[in-house]
């Protein structure tokens, strides 16, 4: 006799790199936008190493920032 099936699919396809394209800065925010990624429902934000957000469109807003505190900013797309 056979077993029970058993139905697995494969991973799909990673999503694209995408590139953050341009931003804008306050004194105590920075708004950035970045590439969307054919096939991403949603992308991680990461700012200064922590994750920040997830969002499903293709800008953030990372505020109540210390004036004059310099930030680095990562985005990553996920299916």
């Known amino acids: 006799d056979w077993c029970v099936v ?5 991973l799909p396809e990673p999503p694209g790199r995408t590139n953050i394209s341009d931003y804008y800065a306050t004194s105590n925010s920075i ?4 590439e969307p990624v054919v096939g991403a429902v949603s992308y991680d ?8 957000a997830n969002v499903t469109d293709i800008t953030c807003i990372h505020e109540a ?6 930030h680095q900013y990562r985005v990553r797309a996920r299916t």
């Open 6 to 10: 058993l139905t697995v699919s494969s």
């Open 45 to 52: 934000i990461e700012a200064d190493g922590a994750l920040l």
């Open 65 to 70: 920032l210390q004036t004059g505190t310099a």
């Open 31 to 34: 708004q950035f936008w970045w």
